[in-house]
């Protein structure tokens, strides 16, 4: 009792402000609203696919399972929603090792200006949080616990954790198929990179690769990953050529990279700062380091500007200039790394880097691929951003008065983001239940006329689009499948309710 009084004066103040952003993240998580997959979920539609353990569905146990329970308790729903995110939150910042507080709030910001797809597709819809927000969840524990390895030292654990990497490594590989082969490729790598240093077998790392393994075989193994590879899959299929550029320019370079303005500004200018502050003797590297300069200050510039005025500037080829100019940003990134870093400092750099690349390199492949898939590298995109920020501060000390400035103006921007998302999902959330309230009064009329709900952009698929999922709908709320339901914009059902 005594530590724990001990332990709440010492982090007084970091207990307050995760409660406070806990608390926050449970509000905005309340008005999330049941949508589209999750009607299935939540009616005998999941408990079918439970019967034939999800036979020529998918191998995603553990996000199926979870799903299952979610989409049948809206306040656990709540709960391990605003638990999970605070987690990923948490552990960001850990993973960092920073004593520098400003990062926190960097972080706070960079967690509020996710994207609005990939959070309507990931976080509001619970179909798409068990798969990937989850993984993430089992991704950052797996770093935390590999937090010396990373920072190239070493870390041995008894033996007795060794069933708790198996089950963390099992765990991690059933929730969606691209975060399963990174898994088993990040536990092979640290096994090797364990052994060129120390010249030994990791038994702790071992056991995740064997749980990832076992993980796998118990995913892969299902009809409905055949069925694709053999064109046999209605929905789902490994795509040819022509399938993987349209991926990477329609989709991959938008939701990996272009979309993320906030993450692009600060990493962008973190790097231009210290490029500035650096000399080589070499004139080739300084002409070099102007040309990684002008290239690290144009491009989120250009890609504020194609969002703000949302057009094709150049026709149909923009979107091959928009991939041609994501690669040189990637690769001007990757040579200022070089330029800067060394040893440790450039390595955790790199893991974070790469890993990026390794765990969105399966979604070129398979088609389709949607902004949920891209969750997991917003998360990492973070951790690389945060590691820039850090060693700019460690070379650059903050004074207090501008401390106190930076953080609040870190704050303000971040509460906009967060008011913004409040303000919109408070309406639809408004939306949501008056079509509830009104479905429950006249749930046994013969026919039944429901509002939609309009706003489409931050929901996913919140009204029925055809019969399949009116089906749904229908089980999922228990409606008489006999029954009539039509969905008619608001102002118009207003009018003849």
């Known amino acids: 009792m005594d ?11 970091e207990i307050i402000f995760y409660g406070i952003i806990f608390i926050l993240v449970l509000i905005l998580c309340a008005l999330f609203p049941y949508s589209h ?35 049948r308790s809206y306040i656990l729903r709540v709960l391990f929603v605003s638990i999970s995110l605070i987690i990923i939150f948490y552990l960001t910042n850990v993973l960092i090792e920073s004593k520098n507080k400003i990062l926190k709030y960097f972080s706070l910001l960079f967690f509020a200006s996710i994207p609005h797809l990939i959070l309507m597709q990931s976080v509001v819809w619970v179909s798409g949080f068990t798969n ?20 190239l030292e070493y870390k041995e654990y008894k033996k007795r954790y060794l069933p708790l990497f198996f089950v963390l490594g099992l765990l991690s590989t059933l929730c969606v198929e691209h975060v399963t082969i990174y898994c088993v490729l990040l536990s092979l790598f640290f ?5 060129i240093k120390k010249k030994k077998i990791d038994l702790s790392n071992l056991s995740y690769f064997i749980g990832s393994i076992v993980g796998s075989i118990i995913m892969f193994s299902n009809k409905a990953y055949h069925s694709i590879a053999v064109s046999a899959d209605e929905y789902r299929n490994i795509s040819p050529i022509t399938n993987m550029i349209k991926n990477f320019f329609d989709t991959i370079i938008n939701q990996l990279v272009i979309n993320s303005y906030v993450l692009n500004i600060v990493v962008s200018v973190t790097l231009v700062i210290l490029l500035f502050n650096t000399k080589f003797v070499k004139r080739i590297l300084n002409i070099l380091k102007n040309i990684v300069i002008s290239v690290l200050v144009s491009f989120p510039i250009y890609a504020l500007i194609i969002k703000v005025i949302n057009t094709q500037i150049l026709l149909n080829y923009t979107k091959y200039f928009n991939g041609l100019f994501v690669l040189i940003y990637l690769i001007a990134i990757f040579i200022s790394l070089l330029m800067l870093f060394k040893k440790k400092k450039l390595f955790k750099l790199l893991f974070a ?12 492949i398979v088609s389709p691929i949607g902004p949920r898939c891209f969750y997991i590298t917003y998360v990492f995109h973070i951790l690389f951003a945060l590691l820039l ?8 000390k903050i004074k207090n008065n501008i401390y106190e400035y930076v953080k609040k103006i870190l704050i303000i921007i971040s509460s906009l983001f967060y008011v913004i998302y409040f303000i919109i999902y408070a309406l639809i959330f408004r939306a949501y239940i008056i079509r509830y309230n009104y479905l429950m009064e006249h749930i ?3 026919k039944i006329l429901l509002p939609k709900i309009s706003n489409t952009t931050f929901v996913q698929h919140p009204n029925p689009e055809d019969d399949k999922f009116m089906e749904r709908f229908k089980l999922f709320y228990n409606i008489d499948e006999d029954t009539i339901v039509e969905f008619l914009p608001y102002n118009e059902w207003k009018k003849v309710k």
């Open 3 to 13: 530590k724990l009084k001990k332990f709440i004066k010492k982090n007084k103040k």
């Open 37 to 71: 997959d999750d009607w299935a979920w939540g009616s005998k539609i999941g408990i079918e696919r439970l019967n034939t353990r999800f036979y020529n569905y998918n191998g995603r146990w553990i996000a199926n399972l979870l799903v299952l329970v979610l989409t």
């Open 132 to 151: 990937y927000v989850f993984s993430a969840v089992l991704i950052l524990i797996y770093f935390l616990l590999n937090k010396e390895t990373i920072n």
């Open 191 to 195: 096994l090797v990179l364990i052994y």
């Open 353 to 364: 880097y790469f890993s990026i690349a390794v765990v969105c390199a399966p979604l070129v």
């Open 389 to 396: 920020l850090e060693e700019l501060f460690n070379k650059y």
């Open 444 to 446: 046994d009329d013969a």
